[in-house]
């Protein structure tokens, strides 16, 4: 090492990655996915050990590990479990900020559904507020197909 590293200052420069990919989403939500685009339906799994109805829909029950059972069709309202409002843009997110990410605990299912809220102030956005999903008008089979959670009318 010369001289010169003497009266350097160890520097640390930003850099990014940027790793596309794909991957098989599999049977349970490949099936979720396909109503979801087609139908417009919100499906979940119910667990016949724990009696919970999953959504997003599991093969298996994160709970207690048995094989999920039936198809459970659920309304698309739910009410706000908990939220958070994104106030920074960042190329990932799927809405330009700011905008509010909730947990929905929809009406039927025992885990919360993270997606975002829309058509909403944020300033109104709280706990225990009821809503219902607004669907993408062009729909490929996507979590996106839900475009966001409204508040009811
Ligand atoms: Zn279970």
Same mark, same amino acid.
């Given at each position: 090492?010369?001289?010169?590293?003497? =009266?350097?200052?160890?520097?640390?420069?930003?850099g990014?990655?940027?790793?596309?990919?794909?991957?098989?989403?599999?049977?349970?939500? %490949?099936?979720?996915?396909?109503? @979801?685009?087609?139908? &417009?339906?919100?499906?979940? &799994?119910?667990?016949?050990?724990?009696?919970?109805?999953?959504?997003?829909?599991? &093969?298996?029950?994160? +709970?207690?590990?048995?094989?999920?059972?039936?198809?459970?069709e659920? %309304?698309?309202?739910?009410?706000?479990d908990?939220?958070?409002?994104? *106030?920074?843009?960042?190329?990932?997110?799927?809405?330009?900020?700011?905008f509010?990410?909730? @947990?929905?605990? @929809?009406?039927?299912?025992?885990?919360? +559904? @993270?997606?975002?809220?829309?058509?909403?102030?944020?300033?109104?956005?709280?706990?225990?507020?009821r809503v219902?999903?607004? +669907?993408?008008a062009? *729909?490929?089979? %996507?979590?996106? =197909?839900?475009?966001? +959670?409204?508040?009811? *009318?």
């Open positions: 090492m010369g001289d010169y590293w003497r =009266d350097a200052e160890n520097m640390v420069q930003p990014r990655i940027k790793v596309p990919y794909t991957w098989q989403a599999g049977e349970t939500a %490949s099936h979720y996915l396909t109503r @979801l685009r087609d139908e &417009k339906k919100i499906l979940g &799994k119910h667990c016949p050990k724990c009696d919970k109805v999953l959504v997003p829909p599991r &093969k298996n029950c994160p +709970f207690c590990s048995v094989p999920t059972g039936g198809w459970v659920l %309304s698309g309202k739910g009410t706000v908990t939220y958070t409002v994104v *106030r920074k843009d960042f190329p990932i997110q799927p809405m330009k900020a700011p509010a990410y909730a @947990l929905i605990k @929809l009406d039927g299912a025992d885990t919360g +559904f @993270l997606h975002m809220l829309g058509e909403v102030d944020l300033k109104n956005v709280k706990e225990g507020m219902e999903a607004v +669907f993408a062009e *729909r490929t089979g %996507s979590p996106l =197909d839900i475009a966001y +959670f409204r508040p009811m *009318r």
